[in-house]
């Protein structure tokens, strides 16, 4: 891992990259899962349009090398999650 200035470790390395390969694997499948909910109020083209943001979303992120940067976005996926498996939308 790269340091900072203040010494704190920023960068994120390959082993860092592999270790949440599975965390976000699984929050992206989840995330599309609960998208399919017939709780949520979206139409079938409203529905294809929040996968493809979710897409984009990830496809974005997997190129994130800041450690920090990428916690957030895992924080970020979680909460989602959180909101559709409560049947509202993010």
């Not at 493809?52 to 979303?57: D, Y």
């Not at 090398?65 to 049947?87: C, E, F, K, P, Q």
Request: aromatic residues 4%; proline residues 4%; glycine residues 8%.
């Amino acid at each position: 891992m790269a340091k900072g200035g203040a010494g704190g470790l920023i960068w994120a390395t390959a082993e860092d990259l592999a270790r949440n390969r599975p965390v976000v694997l699984s929050l992206y499948r989840q995330i599309l899962r609960a998208l399919n909910s017939p709780e949520l109020p979206l139409g079938h083209a409203a529905r294809l349009a929040k996968k493809a943001e979710c897409r984009a979303i990830f496809l974005f992120g997997a190129e994130e090398r800041s450690l920090h940067n990428i916690r957030d976005l895992v924080d970020a996926a979680r909460h989602t999650l959180g909101l559709l498996n409560r049947g509202r939308l993010p």
